[in-house]
């Protein structure tokens, strides 16, 4: 069974940078895009950044210009580079795989990232 493994979180500054790693435990193919979401205290989980098979990005709208999402297809990790953090980015960040064959999804544990202000 494939597992998506994260790291990278933790405690900064408001104005710092975090970059967060996930990595698939396994071999998994026929992922359809990588992305990262994330879930802070009594809110929904959100779309953070999101990249195809093709290299198309997605992006929140309150992360544009400050957060990047990258891949390596060859070692199936997916990145996110986060500068500029502001304190309202404080969440549980979750790393998913969308596949086009069962599971169709893939999820991370998650991993917490703190700003304070």
């Known amino acids: 069974q494939v597992q998506l493994v994260e790291s990278g979180g933790g405690l900064v500054q408001a104005g710092g940078s975090l970059r967060l790693s996930c990595a698939a435990s396994?071999?998994?193919?026929?992922?359809?895009?990588r992305g990262w979401y994330r879930q802070a205290p009594g809110k929904q989980r959100e779309l953070v950044a999101r990249i195809s098979r093709s290299g198309n990005t997605i992006y929140l709208d309150s992360v544009l210009g400050r957060f990047t999402i990258s891949r390596d297809n060859a070692k199936n990790t997916v990145h996110l580079q986060m500068n500029s953090l502001k304190p309202e980015d404080t969440a549980v960040y979750y790393c998913h795989f969308a596949r086009s064959i069962v599971p169709r999804e893939v999820w991370g544990q998650g991993t917490l990232v703190t700003v304070s202000s």
């Open positions: 396994g071999s998994i193919f026929s992922i359809d895009a």
